[in-house]
């Protein structure tokens, strides 16, 4: 009878997509457990994203409230995350495989001498546990055995199926307030300030629409067609390491291992040839279009569609038929 | 400023990845050997730091004695020495990762003096743990910042910047010393000169046994994801195929009209 513990990320009063990704494994893992599924939710706004909850089947959230933790303080969260983990015994604690989730998990991992498990994607419940993780962003899978009292993991971005629209059915989960003891100390590593994304941008993480270009797009300058279409369809522009490596782009908008993880509905692959490194980066996308001269390049292998062509051509054809297209 | 950079060798895979018959390891027959490209960026500020501040700078590894190809590189651009936690080959979890890298901090920090930074890749390219620096950090009480894409350091801080999770950048402030861990994109690293790489060559490697230990996750072996088997559907040639490709756009919905 062991919960589950899940380090919930929440923007706006409502838990993040990652989160909610993580929450689908670890109702899993409590089902073989015997346990509930118990949310940890930490800083403003965290109460209603609790609230939210019911919707992911979480019956109890503890909302870690503290006005020093309103600025995000990796080891300040694990802190109090460690003060639950030791007051609720659970069988497993999981985070997103997120920037935050991950450096927490491991802060908790380190403070407790516990290992830890990231990116996993399937987690058999046995003795010892049995999980399956990502190597190399995901291009390998590693089969592996966490023998630990507490199973520390992160779980793969993308990779679990979130049902978006299950029914909020039931009342909202027993929210209990927990007040964490934290030392200076753990609040040495803190977030001092923001800076905002450029206005009206759409960032590539959350476009429902990505048009990336490879090093079949040649230039800097070039990159204004795909620029142009993305706008006509609402989306972002990204691009592979060649483009960033080669300044074409700045590396904020790199998809692929060393980048950024997108899952647009539609992936635009324009002169991209498709390296194992990208193809990570983009294959949560529902669907590929690829615009390549050679159909043959790697990135036909994981594409649903394409179009034979250059892109120089092609993309701005589109574009074209698009406003043709378009109510006067 | 006194700078460390842990580096990781592994195969530098293009193309697709096979593996050994026993699913044991990637097959390397056929691979060059390189470090992630956050490392590489962590090696280029270490030396860029200490052109611009003065100091010394030290890159450290844990890996089989060929592992020496990855230290000469990090030499060759102008770090000025190196160590090497050599093992017999065999994997190295992040917990015994972690417990090697600092006992070789405290034996060279007792040699040579702190570090006033130690700076890692966010995350190995290979085994993709995202575990080591912080646990390097915590077991140093060191602070340590995660994902690093801007840097600063000078008057015993260090300044950072990361990408917020909503968008944008958060920015980090913090004293030496200090384990920071940066990502591709930090800069734009240099290739080696010649000469470089022939004083690289000729520079002693200081080489340490680091002592195994096990606490998982314990491998038991590696495959390859399923392909997705998705069937390309070719929508046309040129140009001429964008009346296809829009009705498709229509098809799925995102087009908004």
């Given amino acids: ?14 838990a993040d997509r990652l989160s909610r990704e993580a929450l689908v494994l670890a109702a899993s893992v409590a089902s073989r457990t015997g346990g509930d599924v118990e949310a940890v939710l930490i800083g403003a706004g965290a109460a209603d994203a609790a609230r939210g909850l019911v919707a992911h089947g979480v019956r109890t959230a503890h909302v870690v409230t503290d006005a020093r933790l309103s600025a995000y303080a990796p080891a300040a969260w694990a802190a109090a995350l460690v003060e639950l983990i030791d007051a609720r015994g659970p069988a497993a604690a999981i985070a997103a495989g997120s920037d935050r989730g991950n450096e927490v998990l491991a802060h908790v991992a380190a403070r407790t001498g516990r290992p830890m498990a990231a990116n996993v994607v399937d987690i058999i419940v046995g003795d ?3 999980l399956t993780r990502q190597r190399w962003a995901g291009s390998l899978l590693e089969d592996a055995e966490l ?44 977030v001092t300030g923001q800076e905002a994304p450029a ?10 629409v990505v048009v990336g270009g490879g090093r079949g797009v040649g230039s800097s300058e070039a990159f204004a067609t795909l620029e142009e279409l993305a706008a006509l369809l609402g989306g972002a522009v990204g691009g592979s390491r060649v483009v960033t490596s080669n300044g074409w782009r700045p590396h904020s908008d790199q998809i692929g ?14 002169g991209i040839s498709g390296a194992i490194q990208h193809i990570v980066g983009c294959k949560a996308a529902k669907r590929i279009l690829a615009i390549n001269t050679d159909p043959d390049s790697p990135i036909m292998g994981v594409a649903d569609y394409a179009v034979i062509g250059d892109l120089h051509q092609v993309v701005p054809a589109i574009s074209a038929e698009i406003r043709r297209r378009a109510p006067a | 400023m006194e700078i460390l950079v842990c580096v990781k060798r592994v195969p530098a895979t293009g193309g697709r990845i096979s593996l050994t018959a026993d699913g044991q ?14 490392e590489e960026c962590a090696v280029e500020e270490a030396v860029r730091i200490v052109e611009a501040q003065g100091g010394s700078s030290s890159v450290l590894t844990l890996g089989h004695a060929a592992a020496q190809d990855q230290l000469r590189d990090a030499m060759a651009i102008g770090i000025d020495r190196a160590i090497l936690l050599e093992t017999d080959g065999r994997e190295f979890d992040p917990v015994a990762t972690a417990a090697a890298i600092v006992e070789a901090v405290r034996a ?5 003096g702190p570090f006033d930074l130690i700076l890692f890749g966010n995350e190995a390219a290979d085994t ?10 915590v077991a140093l009480d060191r602070p340590v910042i995660n994902g690093v894409k801007s840097l600063t350091v000078g008057g015993g801080r260090a300044a950072a910047k990361r990408e917020a999770p909503t968008g944008g950048w958060e920015t980090y402030d913090v004293p030496l010393p200090a384990v920071v861990s940066v990502k591709e994109g930090l800069n734009l690293p240099r290739y080696p000169s010649i000469p470089g790489r022939l004083r690289a060559k000729r520079k002693e490697i200081e080489r340490v046994e680091p002592a195994w230990s096990s606490s998982g996750p314990t491998k038991v072996g590696l495959r390859l994801p399923e392909e997705q088997g998705a069937q390309v559907e070719i929508l046309g040639r040129g140009p001429e195929a964008a009346p296809a490709v829009v009705d498709l756009l229509a098809r799925i919905g995102v087009l908004p009209l």
């Fill in chain 1, 257 to 270: 291992q060393t980048g950024l993880r997108i899952a647009p509905d539609l992936y635009i692959a324009c």
């Fill in chain 1, 1 to 14: 009878m062991s919960a589950v513990l899940v380090l919930v990320e929440h923007v706006d009063g409502e």
């Fill in chain 2, 25 to 38: 390891e990637i097959d390397i027959r056929y691979l060059g050997f390189t470090v992630s490209p956050h």
């Fill in chain 1, 147 to 190: 023998d630990a009292d507490v199973h520390l993991m992160t779980i793969a971005p993308h990779v679990v199926p979130v049902d978006e629209a299950s029914p909020s059915t039931g009342s909202p989960p027993l929210t209990l307030d927990h007040q964490p003891t934290i030392a200076d100390r753990d609040l040495v590593v803190h």
């Fill in chain 2, 128 to 137: 993709g743990d995202f575990q080591v620096g912080i646990r390097v950090a």
């Fill in chain 1, 128 to 130: 010892p546990w049995r």
């Fill in chain 1, 199 to 208: 206005a009206g941008s759409i960032s590539l993480t959350d476009a429902r």
């Fill in chain 2, 108 to 112: 060279q920090e007792a040699a040579h």
